[in-house]
């Protein structure tokens, strides 16, 4: 049974460009969680998605941010016209089955912003 | 609103000797509490949980921690540590079903654990 797959791990991107990241979750899973993770800083709750629902977005920066969960294919974390600040660890987690409660999480992807 | 404290940025530890790491949370009923490990350019494994029951839980790699009610605590410790358990470890609270923040996990700042030879 894979565990939860992002990609891709590592992504550079230049001040302005758009960033996509993917995330596949556990099989049987169907509650997907981004978070993020600045160096030197824990980990920050973004967005709650279930198929085609976004459940919880409060953690979700205002501008620029979008999430989706589509019925097919993976996840996706969108960040549009990146800056450095946005430079950051993000990972992605699953959850579902009888412990909905309890998340799993993918290996994350390592954003640089040039 | 939820929020978790790990008190300790940074443990040094021999191998061999106990470990005990502190987390301390604020939430307004029963929370459902995590820790997890993280090593250096790794995703997080979860550790152990707790749900309810007994205070007392057993986790994978030796680990174990007791949540204490009074306290508001969930100190994850292990009897003898090995230079493998050398990584950055997280406690973590969740809301549980029905609650507002359902989903949601608030994690501390973690904990660096160092373990020398």
């Known amino acids: 049974n894979a565990g939860v797959m992002q990609n891709p791990r590592h992504l550079v991107r230049r001040r302005g460009q758009e960033a996509r990241l993917r995330c596949s979750p556990m099989k049987g899973h169907s509650h997907v969680y981004w978070y993020r993770q600045l160096p030197e800083e824990g980990l920050k709750f973004m967005v709650y998605?279930?198929?085609?629902?976004?459940?919880?977005e409060s953690g979700m920066p205002k501008e620029r941010f979008s999430a989706e969960f589509p019925k097919e294919g993976p996840s996706i974390l969108r960040i549009q016209q990146v800056v450095r600040g946005d430079s950051a660890a993000y990972f992605c987690?699953?959850?579902?089955?009888?412990?909905?409660?309890?998340?799993?999480f993918g290996p994350g992807t390592r954003l640089l912003v040039l | 609103a939820q929020s978790v404290t790990q008190p300790d940025i940074h443990i040094t530890v021999s191998e061999g000797a106990s470990l005990e790491l502190r987390c301390n949370y604020s939430?307004?009923?029963?929370?459902?509490l995590f820790w997890y490990v993280q090593s250096p350019g790794q995703g997080l494994q979860l550790l152990l949980k707790?749900?309810?029951?007994?205070?007392l839980v057993q986790g994978i790699k030796g680990f174990e921690a007791e949540f204490k009610r009074s306290q508001s605590s969930f100190n994850l410790r292990k009897p003898s540590v090995h230079w493998s358990d050398a990584a950055e470890y997280f406690c973590a609270v969740g809301a549980n079903a029905g609650g507002t923040s359902y989903g949601k996990l608030t994690f501390g700042q973690g904990t660096i654990l160092t373990v020398h030879p």
């Open positions: 998605l279930q198929k085609e629902n976004i459940i919880d």
């Open positions: 987690a699953s959850s579902g089955g009888a412990q909905r409660e309890t998340q799993y």
């Open positions: 707790y749900f309810s029951g007994d205070t």
């Open positions: 939430y307004g009923a029963t929370p459902y």
